[in-house]
């Protein structure tokens, strides 16, 4: 394995990742001064409620927080090891849920859903509907829809929710695209927190044009690290990560719909878990 540059050489640490960043993203992206970036991270929703932290408070505060690691650290790269604003986290209600048609409704082998058509007046009030009818809410405004309606996402009844409410985990970065970035490629932490593809059961090498791009990274290291979030999609089911760039959204697109644009996007096993820098929107008052 290489031998890993200490936290000593935080200089050339810096310049390496600002090297390999351009490289990740096809070259140096243009700088524009107002803009800010932000990752979001879509967990596996198969079996994401109950969640003990998705209480009111908690998707109110905009303190960054860590969550439980299902994985007991073992995974080289857990999104675990992030903070998380939940109160800039995005929850997308699908759009049957929302109407109570298909599975869901009386006459659906799902049942009534867990909320009235006076919480779903209130969510249209606050969120945002997209073009296939789902409803997107930040957090901070679900939050107290919640706590109004009594609505609970923490007992064992929400696990029904299970596919029909998808979350998207903001990262807690600074708004710059460099912090977005370290925190995509897991360098946040430094060079002592790399992985090597040598420690891999399957993966030997990146995907092509990766391979062959990545060997300009002077940093053995971060090199070796970089390699494992390049792999093919067959090799990502298993370990690593998928590295899409901006050919489509990894996960699901509902980051579009709010206004962001895609910078860079990976996912990991069989696409059940993804992760998106993004542009965050312009506008006045976007997050």
């Not at 090891?81 to 109160?87: E, M, N, P, Q």
């Not at 399957?202 to 990766?210: G, I, K, T």
């Not at 697109?253 to 992760?275: D, I, M």
């Amino acid at each position: 394995m290489p031998k890993t540059v200490t936290t000593t050489d935080l200089g050339g640490w810096d310049a390496a990742l600002v090297s390999a960043f351009e490289m990740l993203l096809g070259g140096q992206p243009a700088v524009e001064p107002a803009a800010r970036y932000g990752v979001y991270y879509a967990p596996f929703d198969e079996g994401l409620f109950p969640n003990h932290w998705a209480t009111p408070d908690a998707l109110t505060s905009r303190e960054p927080r860590q969550l439980p690691d299902p994985d007991d650290g073992e995974y080289p790269f857990s999104p675990w090891a992030w903070r998380f604003d939940l109160s800039e986290s995005l929850f997308c209600f699908d759009a049957e849920l929302v109407a109570g048609t298909g599975p869901w409704g009386e006459g659906g082998h799902k049942g009534p859903r867990l909320f009235d058509d006076v919480f779903v007046a209130d969510l249209r009030t606050v969120g945002s509907v997209n073009e296939d009818g789902e409803v997107l809410v930040h957090g901070a405004e679900l939050g107290p829809l919640l706590d109004r309606h009594g609505v609970e996402l923490t007992n064992e009844k929400s696990q029904e929710l299970n596919c029909w409410l998808t979350v998207l985990l903001r990262v807690t970065t600074d708004g710059t695209l460099t912090d977005a970035m370290r925190a995509a490629t897991f360098t946040e932490r430094g060079p002592e927190h790399l992985v090597s593809i040598s420690d891999m059961t399957y993966a030997r090498s990146a995907a092509e044009p990766w391979e062959e791009r990545l060997s300009a990274v002077t940093h053995l290291a971060l090199r070796d690290h970089l390699r494992m979030l390049c792999v093919t999609e067959d090799d990502a089911r298993s370990e690593g990560g998928f590295h899409v760039g901006t050919d489509y959204w990894p996960g699901p697109e509902a980051l579009e719909a709010v206004g962001c644009s895609l910078v860079a996007g990976w996912v990991f096993g069989e696409s059940e878990t993804s992760t998106a820098v993004v542009r965050l929107p312009d506008k006045p008052g976007a997050r």
